[in-house]
């Protein structure tokens, strides 16, 4: 994978602003914060986006990829002003269960998610290598 950034440009904090990637895709759907039982364990920001992140880890292990492989995310948030103050918890638990800000993001604010408590969702498109 590399890295999209034009020397001229400020580097942007959080995600890359474009990746190139060549391999075999994986399109995984909005995944939230809720265990592998369908329930939530807690209506906190932070630990949704804990749990919204194991999600993604455990089903990109099912096509044996890992975060590394990730190129692509899109971040639905119902409180942008939530997920702003808390920003670097967020950083933190992204770095642990992430990695590095070498992904392509966007995060975009919803009035509501399907599932009510659902405080975020976040969809992912990886590259697992040729």
């Given at each position: 994978?590399?890295?999209l950034q034009p020397a001229d440009w400020t580097a942007p904090k959080g995600y890359a602003n474009g990746v190139v990637a060549r391999g075999h895709s994986i399109f995984l759907a909005?995944?939230?914060g809720w265990n592998a039982a369908c329930q939530f364990d807690s209506d906190d920001l932070v630990e949704q986006v804990?749990?919204?992140?194991?999600?993604?880890?455990?089903?990109?292990a099912e096509a044996g990829a890992g975060p590394e492989h990730i190129v692509r995310?899109?971040?639905?948030?119902?409180?942008?002003?939530?997920?702003?103050?808390?920003?670097?918890e967020i950083g933190?638990?992204?770095?642990?269960?992430?990695?590095?800000?070498t992904v392509a993001m966007s995060a975009v604010q919803v009035a509501a998610l399907i599932e009510d408590r659902a405080q975020?969702?976040?969809e992912v498109t990886a590259v697992l290598p040729d």
């Open positions: 994978m590399k890295v909005g995944q939230i804990r749990q919204t992140l194991a999600n993604v880890r455990a089903l990109l995310m899109t971040w639905y948030l119902i409180d942008k002003r939530e997920y702003l103050a808390r920003g670097r933190r638990v992204y770095r642990e269960l992430i990695g590095s800000y975020v969702e976040i």
